[in-house]
């Protein structure tokens, strides 16, 4: 990845780009961006500079703006600057979550159960973001089966708050399941079906297995 193409490495431009998607989904739609904190394209003093930049744009959080190894300098950021953050919660065992250890360091923290132990491990994180009080969202980046997890995940807790979806088709969302998910109205309804919802294609998995 390039930093011709990665959102918060050109503050004018991020400017341009806020200001643009603003003018055109209003000031009733949320707005979340994501700054790839795996770039490590800011620390501290940067982030609070460029959050408080963008504070007319209202938005709903700011994913990961910081880099893992200073996820405990993200807390320095709250008590300056206003603007919401999300910390991204994807692999590994669960253990105390950013937003669980810090309540102020972000206000969402974000949770995938293809890779954080699955809806059980899961589960466990989201019973510390209870404590904390702040809210979850889904990372759900990959397929129709974390999709459907994803979806329960959300709706075991009065904090669950959004969920990731794939604005266009692909192999994993709409190849694996005979009944792919399809938003109505920017939503995703629960299903009544057994198990997580969907019927998974067979053959079509096989077709993406790795030796």
């Not at 998607?21 to 979340?32: C, E, N, T």
């Not at 266009?168 to 109205?185: L, N």
Request: include cysteine; charge should be neutral.
């Amino acid at each position: 990845m390039t930093l011709d193409a990665v959102f918060g490495a050109d503050a004018e431009r991020d400017l341009r780009y806020l200001t643009e998607v603003r003018g055109v989904i209003g000031d009733d739609l949320a707005l979340v961006v994501d700054v790839p904190g795996a770039q490590d394209l800011w620390d501290v003093p940067t982030a609070i500079r460029r959050l408080r930049e963008w504070e007319r744009f209202d938005l709903r959080w700011v994913e990961q703006p910081l880099h893992r190894r200073t996820s405990r300098a993200t807390g320095a950021c709250a008590p300056r600057s206003p603007r919401r953050s999300a910390r991204a919660r994807t692999s590994g065992a669960p253990r105390p979550t950013s937003a669980s250890s810090s309540p102020t360091a972000s206000t969402c923290s974000q949770l995938d159960p293809g890779r954080c132990l699955g809806l059980t491990g899961c589960r466990e994180v989201v019973k510390q973001v209870e404590i904390a009080r702040v809210r979850y969202s889904a990372h759900s980046w990959s397929s129709a089966l974390n999709t459907a997890a994803s979806l329960h995940m959300l709706a075991i807790s009065e904090r669950g708050d959004t969920l990731d979806f794939k604005p266009h088709e692909s192999p994993m969302q709409h190849d694996v399941v005979e009944d792919p998910w399809a938003p109505a109205g920017g939503m995703l309804a629960l299903r009544s079906a057994p198990g997580l919802g969907v019927t998974v294609r067979e053959d079509a998995v096989a077709r993406y297995l790795f030796e």
